[in-house]
């Protein structure tokens, strides 16, 4: 049976109308990483933004499935299982235990956590899948010969290779030659071309759509779709009918959108029409978030496979690139690891979430130091929205016992000039969930929470503008005209302020639900809670560095166990 996707907790969108007329559907997955070591902050920076954009459509009140998993099956499991003298499925079983545990180190929202070794959906749907293509006439055995890389687990030419060395782990490529089963890539040139063209299969950012465009403009040649018995230590799920063979590791992969769906089980499994075939809905998107490097898997083999198959295509493949520390992409080969558990223990799960989606870049490597996430959490967070909430709820108690007074459209309000009716403020509150919606539909991260800070911005402009202060002095002074007006600029405010952390829930929950929580629903007449810090300032903690081992040398790249 599959996982049941979690309802919407966060707040609703104060922009009702927005909302689509009939609900929609969005299927969103990270790809599944190796478990040959613990989860590094490179593969968080995936899971974090699938979490988001899952929050994101439920906060729009979307019917979403969110997920994730491990790729037990590869192997660099095995070799990394035998290097450690432990047998694979206990080691495997170590390693996706922590990428597991990343949920509440991490503050996810999966739906379902699916694992190829011991999920018993995934084998039948696996072993589905490569009938379907069989009986399509795509799948043939032959001799081959070729340069394999297990880090990538794939065959690389001699051309592609950087002084023989693989160009993403930088080591040796093994030659391997054996029998293999091979899928007919070639076949699907012009329908994967035309798919690109007709947007049916949307690529984010343009610069990798136009990268799969040329690849396969270039030319396509069938692929290696199994692996010896023998090589793969018996590990793997077995090729149906041919006891010699087990499954390319990227076959059985790439499956798991479908076995997690009780593919395995027919195409009529409810799960698989409701989420796959998008069957009952207004409308469907079936979203893959991977990294750069495995994006010929995702944007090219995946989709004709699924097209040999028979079956729907995923509707948008989302690509972000590394992160790096001293400028080398994080790797547990190269040398380069940033454990994101240490760095929630010291600086907290919304600290980091932020930084992964504020600081990322929608194009570009970016490079990890803790100084750069201490500042913006202590200038987005604490200084930010932090500053503006306790700042507001401060001055409802302190000049109105705490309770929220009538806002700019209360009775008597006419009469208030523009300068403190916050007109542009408020404009700037409801125009925010548009803003973030066009940003995170090009999956720009980046742009979604710069419109969030734009409008904190403008809320502390506000305030300066208002001198809320001055308006109370007035007022205690007799000036009932003044009191008017702090009546508006304080309900302006705890509505704006409302606005924004209902907008922050998807990036930051913890600390949105603390926002939320000192402004209450906004209303009129409502009592705030006594104000308190919704996020502290942080101080850069020297012991706490990212664990960044020497470089890889020539000596060494031979020994070194492949990310």
């Known amino acids: 049976m599959s996982a049941s996707p979690t309802q919407p907790t966060s707040p609703t969108r104060l922009a009702a109308s927005a909302r689509p007329a009939a609900p929609r559907r969005f299927y969103v997955t990270t790809s599944i990483p190796y478990v040959n070591a613990d989860p590094h902050l490179g593969f968080a920076l995936e899971l974090v933004q699938a979490d988001v954009l899952a929050r994101h459509r439920r906060l729009r009140g979307d019917q979403v499935r969110f997920q994730s998993g491990t790729d037990d099956n590869a ?101 391997v030659s054996e029998e293999n089963w091979f899928f007919r890539l070639s076949r699907y040139q012009q329908q994967l071309l035309d798919l690109y063209a007709s947007g049916r299969l949307r690529i984010e950012p343009a610069v990798r759509a136009n990268e799969v465009r040329a690849f396969v403009e270039a030319g396509l040649t069938d692929f290696s779709i199994s692996r010896s018995v023998d090589r793969a230590r018996g590990w793997g799920v077995p090729v149906p009918g041919d006891p010699t ?79 790096t520390a001293n400028g080398r992409k994080l790797s547990k080969s190269l040398g380069t690891v940033v454990d994101p558990v240490r760095l929630t223990e010291e600086y907290g799960t919304d600290a980091l979430r932020w930084w992964l989606t504020a600081r990322v870049p929608k194009v ?54 523009e300068h403190f009716a916050g007109t542009a403020l408020l404009a700037e509150a409801n125009g925010l969930p548009d803003r973030i919606d066009d940003a995170l539909a090009a999956f720009d991260l980046r742009a979604a929470t710069r419109a969030v800070r734009a409008v904190i911005a403008q809320a502390n402009r506000y305030v300066e503008d208002t001198a809320p202060w001055t308006l109370a002095k007035a007022e205690r002074a007799g000036d009932r005209d003044a009191g008017r007006r702090l009546d508006v600029v304080l309900g302006v405010l705890t509505a704006a302020v409302r606005a924004i952390g209902a907008e922050l829930a998807p990036f930051v929950p ?54």
């Open 75 to 175: 192997l660099k499991n095995v070799q990394a299982a035998e290097r450690a003298g432990v047998p694979t499925q206990d080691f495997v079983d170590a390693h996706a235990a922590a990428f597991a545990r990343q949920r509440e180190v991490l503050d996810l929202s999966y739906d379902d956590f699916l694992r190829t070794s011991r999920d018993p959906r995934h084998r039948p749907g696996a072993e589905r899948l490569w009938r379907a293509c069989a009986d399509a006439g795509d799948l043939y055995r032959k001799h081959y010969e070729g340069l394999y890389c297990v880090g990538c687990e794939q065959f690389y030419a001699e051309d592609e290779l950087a002084d023989g060395l693989c160009p993403q782990h930088e080591t040796r490529p093994q030659p």
């Open 245 to 323: 063979q087990v499954m390319y590791v990227w076959w059985d992969a790439l499956g798991n959108y479908l076995t997690g769906l009780d593919y395995g089980d027919g195409p009529d499994a409810p799960a698989f029409r409701t989420w796959w075939r998008g069957e009952g809905a207004s409308g469907s998107r079936r979203v893959h978030v991977v990294g750069k490097d495995i994006l010929r898997f995702h944007a090219i083999y995946w989709p004709a496979m699924l097209l040999s198959a028979g079956l729907p295509l995923p509707t948008e493949i989302l690509v972000h690139d590394f992160l």
């Open 364 to 417: 570009g490597d970016t490079d990890f130091t803790l100084d750069r996430l201490v500042d913006v959490a202590n200038q987005d967070l604490a200084g930010g929205i932090g500053n503006l909430t306790q700042r507001v709820v401060s001055m409802v108690h302190r000049y109105r016992a705490g309770i929220v007074p009538e806002g700019p459209e209360g009775p008597e309000r006419d009469d208030v000039r």
């Open 510 to 563: 913890t600390l949105a639900e603390r926002v939320l929580v000192q402004v209450g629903s906004g209303l009129p007449g409502e009592r705030l809670p006594d104000p308190a810090p919704v996020f502290p300032r942080l101080e850069v903690r020297p012991e706490v560095r990212p664990d960044v081992r020497p470089e890889v040398t020539e000596e060494r790249r031979e020994e070194v166990p492949a990310t």
